[in-house]
């Protein structure tokens, strides 16, 4: 079955040192990854995809995510955090391989703080 | 928030009562989708449609219902069926094409007094 982890609730990092946020998957093809964004009672922007070639894809706002088929993982990287990068951040994927299915797998989120 | 809007932003409900929640998109895209947040669960998807009079249940769909008479409309009833209708709802659209990314209106939080 499809299924995306974030492994962590929270992630507390203080502003200018580097941020990760963890998220591993499972699909039975190829994967399409997905990040996201929402800040309080808003609703999610898109800030990265990986679909297929280079492993490190570079999205909005300074963030990059890198894509590691053998540890099946896809997590998102900022070198340098910002108070305002303060969100919640949620990974998604969808097989690659499954035809006219458009449904994502949503993990369900990472609490990001950036104290100053 | 790209070009879909959703209304109202806040909704209020008595029970047994049904309501439905707008979602418009100028964004010329096929495929249309509805989700429920709840804290803690992610996103549940609730209907989606791929073109215009087709749509299909995702996940969550009891107590839903949803109509896709236009390109840029996807209305979302919660009827007296849905027996825990509070939330917060999204609605996402995409190109409908294989690698395509989903984009999101800016919510509806609804609350059933």
């Known amino acids: 079955a499809q299924s995306v982890a974030q492994p962590e609730d929270q992630v507390n990092v203080a502003e200018g040192n580097p941020l990760t946020v963890k998220c591993t998957y499972s699909?039975?093809?190829?994967?399409?990854l997905f990040w996201y964004v929402q800040y309080p009672n808003r609703g999610l922007q898109f800030l990265l995809k990986?679909?297929?070639?280079d492993n490190l894809v570079k999205g909005s706002y300074g963030f990059e995510a890198e894509f590691n088929k053998s540890q099946t993982s896809f997590h998102l990287k900022k070198p340098s955090a910002l108070v305002s990068d303060s969100a919640l951040y949620f990974c998604?994927?969808?097989?690659?391989?499954?035809?006219?299915?458009?449904?994502?797998?949503w993990g369900l989120g990472t609490s990001l703080a950036v104290n100053p | 928030d790209g070009g879909i809007t959703q209304s109202p932003k806040y909704l209020f409900r008595k029970e047994g009562q049904n309501v439905t929640l707008s979602c418009e998109q100028n964004?010329?895209?096929?495929?249309m989708y509805w989700y429920r947040q709840d804290p803690g669960q992610g996103l549940r998807l609730i209907y989606y449609?791929?073109?215009?009079?087709?749509?299909q249940k995702g996940d969550i769909a009891e107590g839903y219902s949803v109509s896709r008479e236009k390109k840029e409309s996807f209305p979302l009833t919660v009827t007296s069926a849905q027996k825990n209708p509070t939330a917060f709802y999204l609605c996402?659209?995409?190109?409908?094409?294989?690698?395509?990314?989903?984009?999101f209106g800016p919510g509806t939080r609804l609350t059933v007094l």
């Open positions: 998604a994927v969808r097989d690659g391989g499954a035809g006219n299915n458009r449904k994502l797998i």
């Open positions: 449609s791929q073109i215009v009079n087709d749509f």
């Open positions: 699909v039975s093809g190829n994967p399409y």
């Open positions: 996402a659209s995409s190109m409908g094409q294989g690698t395509d990314t989903q984009y």
């Open positions: 990986y679909i297929t070639g």
């Open positions: 964004l010329n895209h096929d495929a």
